[in-house]
Structures are given as C-alpha cells and as structure tokens.
C-alpha cells in the first residue's frame, strides 16, 4: 500500500506542476483556477461518488465497513482537534485559529479520494464518501466556529445539499436499491470520473502557485504546523488504530489517508470570505501540499508495517 500511495503521491506532484506552470505561463489566472476548482467540486467529484457506487456490488460486508468507516471519521476528528488543541496554544500574536483550523481539516476531497482510489478502486471511494460526509458535518460547525465565532447554520445547510452530498445520496439509493446504470450513461460516468484526479491536482497545483512559497519556506511557524497536521495528528491516530483489529485494516487505511492529506484548501476561501490572514492560510496549504508527497507514504508505510501488512 506504502507503494501505491508513493507512486499516486509522485503523480500528484508531477500534476500540481502542470497547475503551477500553467498559472506561472498566464494561460489560467486567479479567477480560471477558482472555475477550475469548482468544476470538480460541483460536477466531477458528484459524478465520480454516484459512479463508486453504482459500481461497487451490494455486499452485507461493504454496508458493515461503511458504518465503520461513518464510525472511525467521526473519533477521528474527535481525537484531532483535541491532539491539535494540545499542539497549538492560543498566544497572543500567532493565528491559532488558522492555525487550528489547517491541522485539523484536510484535503481529503481533493487529495483523498484520488488517493483512496489508487488504494482499493472504487470501493475506495466508497469508503472515502462516508469520510467525507463527516467532513462536511465537522468542518461547517465545529470549523466555522473555529474560525468565525459563529456558528454558520444556513452555510451547514448549503453544503449538506451541495452536489457531493446530493451525489452520496444518488449513489447510496443506487447501492442499496441495487439499480444499474443504463450502459451508455454508466460509461459517461466513467468518462467524467477519469478527469478527477488529474484536474484536481491541477486546480490544487494552481492554487498553490498563488501562494507566496519563499515567505512560506523562511516561516519556523509553518513548518510547526505542517508537522503537527502531517505527522502528529496521523501517527496519534495511527497508534489508536493499530488495536482496532476487528475494523478491516481498509477502513483504518483509508480514513488514516484521508486524515493524513494536506490542509484543507477551505481554510483560505473562509479567510478571504470572513477577513481573515487569508495569505498565512494559503502558506500553509502550499507548504503542507508539497510536503505530504513525503509524510503521506510515510504514514501508510509506518501502519501498515505495524498491522503486518
């Protein structure tokens, strides 16, 4: 597993440079990459989620290890923002709630699902969906509070009955009603769900040529909490994961994955929409992005040489 995700994670760097050359070359600018971004978000992702499980055959074992996977996102979010609360101290003059909110929430749609995907297939984004749903709970309540003081119902709402979620929804009738797509439509799923991870990584690419890299590289304060989000908080959940032998060692896998991928890009889309240090966000995104090629093998590694894998 270490392998494929060291591959997968050298394939993503090589596709966030297609992104940077391209913002760097001027032929997409701020506004092309936040389209670009939204176009996999609001259509590829959806499609790509209703296609895992169109494809995945129904299973007693597959609805068991989907309730498991609901189960283990949920203490895991739970355990990181308590592992990072005792990491990053409120001080006066430091951005603890960035901070916070970077080595708390990931990338796991972005980053996540290609990942799970090169990992198991298609039941790893089926799995990956379940994470993702707690995602959304945790990151529009407990982040936004975080972040803002206020606890955003209407935002939590919205994005309960974005295309994503709409897309989990589709995709859980077709599983647990077990109907098939009809063959032309189920190969233009398969079309659309091909693009998702090179034009994720492109997007993320993209963003994080925006970023300013050589304040990043020269700041001792993000690196801090890089290592918090990419080592501390997967090697916590790691250790708690390690007993928990009667999950399928996929499950601990792929939510250990999904938690150990970069920060979330939503921390710097909430900063420059609530008045946030929405450049210190973005350093931290970009920092994180780059050296996750690096800890995300390292992490898959470690576990699965723990569990005997």
């Known amino acids: 597993m270490a392998w494929i995700i060291l591959k997968q994670a050298v394939l993503m760097l090589l596709l966030n440079l297609v992104g940077v050359i391209a913002y760097r070359a001027k032929i997409v600018d701020k506004n092309g990459g936040r389209q670009f971004s939204n176009f996999v978000l609001e259509i590829v992702t959806p499609v790509l989620v209703v296609n895992a499980y169109a494809e995945v055959e129904y299973e007693s074992r597959l609805v068991v290890n989907l309730l498991w996977t609901f189960l283990l996102a949920a203490v895991s979010y739970i355990i990181a923002i308590g592992a990072v609360y005792l990491a990053i101290r409120k001080k006066p003059g430091r ?11 990931s990338n796991c749609g972005f980053m996540g699902i290609p990942l ?7 039941e790893g984004v089926f799995y990956a969906t379940a994470f993702l749903t707690v995602f959304f709970c945790f990151a529009w309540t407990h982040g936004i509070m975080l972040l803002t003081g206020q606890h955003d119902r209407k935002a939590l709402v919205k994005k309960l009955c974005s295309p994503t979620m709409i897309g989990i929804a589709i995709g ?3 599983f647990f009603f077990r109907v098939q797509l009809p063959e032309l439509l189920a190969t233009t799923f398969d079309y659309v769900a091909g693009l998702n991870t090179p034009m994720a990584m492109i997007a993320s690419g993209i ?3 925006q970023a300013n890299l050589f304040q990043a590289v020269w700041n001792p304060r993000v690196y ?32 250990l994955v999904l938690t150990a991928a970069p920060s979330a ?3 710097t889309l909430q900063c420059q929409k609530h008045g946030k240090n ?5 350093h931290i995104f970009a920092m994180t992005t780059i050296l996750s090629m690096g800890t995300m093998p390292l992490m898959v590694k470690l576990f699965t040489w723990a569990v005997g894998v």
């Open 95 to 105: 951005e603890t709630e960035i901070e916070r909110f970077s080595a708390i929430y």
């Open 265 to 267: 890009a939503m921390c």
């Open 278 to 282: 929405d450049l210190y966000a973005s």
């Open 207 to 209: 963003s994080v040529a």
């Open 172 to 174: 859980l009738l077709l």
């Open 116 to 122: 799970a995907s090169a990992l198991l297939g298609t």
């Open 224 to 255: 801090y909490v890089c290592g918090v989000k990419l080592l501390l908080v997967p090697l916590v959940l790691g250790l708690l994961f390690l007993p928990l032998s009667f999950i399928p060692v996929e499950i601990r896998t792929v939510v």
